[in-house]
């Protein structure tokens, strides 16, 4: 069975620092970009980060640009994200997905870029 793991989710200030971190598990597989997505109570799913593989590139949803930073390693199917400067409005559970396609730009921030999840790491930002 193919899975992803989230790990390095926290209680923190605002304005404090946390590492994430998704480790592939189980089966192998090949993936072309890996994202993040989080989710607050009340909310909808929305995109956070994601890179692809292919040529390193990365994107970020408009709220984390300049605070987050992704990246990972496609060899071992780990990807990472970075998060300073954290902001209360950041609490949400963290998803890592992957997609196993080499799809197109469109796919990079959307849900149905991706088709492997974790099962998500609770991230808490204080006042």
């Known amino acids: 069975q193919m899975q992803l793991v989230e790990s390095g989710g926290a209680l923190v200030q605002a304005g404090g620092s946390l590492r994430l971190s998704c480790a592939a598990a189980g089966r192998t597989f090949v993936s072309y970009a890996m994202a993040w997505f989080r989710q607050a109570p009340g909310t909808e799913r929305e995109f956070v980060a994601a890179?692809?593989?292919?040529?390193?590139?990365?994107y970020y949803a408009d709220s984390v640009k300049g605070r987050f930073t992704i990246s990972g390693d496609n060899a071992k199917n780990t990807v990472h994200l970075q998060m300073n400067s954290l902001k209360p409005e950041d609490t949400a559970v963290y998803y890592c997905?992957?997609?196993?396609?080499?799809?197109?730009?469109?796919?990079?921030?959307?849900?149905?870029?991706?088709?492997?999840w974790g099962q998500g790491t609770q991230v808490t930002v204080s006042s």
């Open positions: 890179i692809g593989w292919s040529g390193g590139s990365t």
């Open positions: 997905t992957a997609r196993r396609w080499r799809g197109s730009v469109a796919d990079y921030t959307t849900q149905g870029g991706y088709d492997l």
